[in-house]
């Protein structure tokens, strides 16, 4: 259990991100007596318009890269950083086949500079948000838990793979205090839209075709943001040192699925649907059994699959 009246300062990585930016709208307003420093390099994925809270007193933005270690060393000594919240990665499974390298750069490198300076700089809590690629791919039933297989089949999910385990091995050989979260798709409101479902919704706004991967029987378990963000400050703050809990939303659906909701969202039939060639080592199924968290932290999700949608479409239409 972490003592919550020792964290004064909390480092956000990739907080100009999708889930970081949700994360730090809710908790900078609900927690102002901690300091919330947002570390973003600001790639693609970023945006600083993302991030309602800037004003606060209590949030402070820098921009820097995770694989300068240097410059980490810098930042946790003027900062006096408590504990850290990893959410910067590489995450485009895409791009990932087109430019591995970046991946093990960012995932890795930048992990591994992370945990080490966490290490020396005595750091009370390292949360770290990963996946569920890394379990690889289901068939049509079954589903992960935390005591699955580590089986990645994209240069993405294994450059996740191997910073889950370098956060392990930190725990384990220098009793760095880690929690480790591995989610389903998240989907929600700031978002890139480079995937799925905003990239949908953006392109049916502009009536535009979607592509649809092969025949869209792919299967993932839809976990909404507001969601997510709940479960990891749940694990942050209540869990035991070491523990690893996977964030499911209980809403598994095929890309089909997810586009015919879209169609019918737009008033669209299935002459907006381009079926292109299916990618590399593309992972049938993703289905997360989260009874774990429940049972030791209770937490589980509130967002329907449907509630979710609606609140999505609504933020990209706006």
């Known amino acids: 259990m972490l003592d919550l009246l020792q964290i004064k300062t909390i480092l956000v990585t990739g907080g100009g991100g999708f889930i970081g930016s949700n ?18 390099i600001l790639t693609y994925a970023a945006n600083l318009n993302n991030i309602k809270v800037s004003e606060a007193s209590n949030y402070k933005f ?3 890269d995770i694989c300068d270690i240097d410059f980490l060393d810098s930042l946790f000594t003027t900062m006096a950083i408590d504990a850290v919240i990893h959410f910067a990665a590489e995450s485009h ?44 791919s289901l068939g049509n039933t079954g589903y992960f838990t935390e ?12 450059s996740k793979a191997g910073s889950d385990h370098l956060v392990n091995a930190y725990h384990q050989t220098f009793a760095l205090n880690t929690t480790l979260s591995r989610c389903s798709n998240n989907y929600g409101p700031y978002q890139d839209t480079t995937k799925l479902i905003p990239k949908f919704i953006s392109l049916l706004t502009s009536e535009r075709k979607v592509p649809l991967y092969k025949d869209g029987k792919n299967v ?21 040192s070491s523990s690893i809990y ?8 095929s890309n089909s699925e997810i586009t015919q909701i879209l169609l019918e969202n737009f008033g ?6 381009d079926y292109v060639a299916d990618r590399p080592g593309h992972d049938f199924r993703y289905a997360i059994d989260a009874s774990k ?16 949608i609606k609140e999505t479409i609504k933020f990209y239409t706006r």
Request: aromatic share 12%.
């Open 93 to 136: 499974v895409d791009l990932s086949i087109k430019n591995p390298k970046i991946f093990i750069e960012t995932n890795v490198i930048g992990t591994h500079n992370l945990l080490e300076i966490s290490r020396k700089y005595s750091i009370k809590r390292f949360h770290h948000v990963s996946t569920d690629e890394v379990y690889g």
């Open 62 to 64: 820098i921009q820097g």
């Open 246 to 253: 996977n964030i499911g939303g209980n809403n598994e659906k």
């Open 268 to 273: 669209k039939d299935e002459s907006y649907i």
């Open 147 to 158: 005591e699955s297989p580590i089986n990645p089949s994209s240069p993405y999910s294994a």
């Open 293 to 308: 968290i429940k049972k030791e932290l209770g937490w589980e999700p509130i967002y329907t699959f449907e509630k979710g």
């Open 23 to 40: 994360f730090l709208n809710k908790y900078v307003v609900d927690l102002p007596e901690i300091r919330f420093i947002n570390l973003d």
């Open 220 to 240: 993932r378990d839809w976990l909404f943001v507001k969601d997510h963000i709940e479960a990891i400050w749940c694990i942050f703050s209540k869990a035991k």
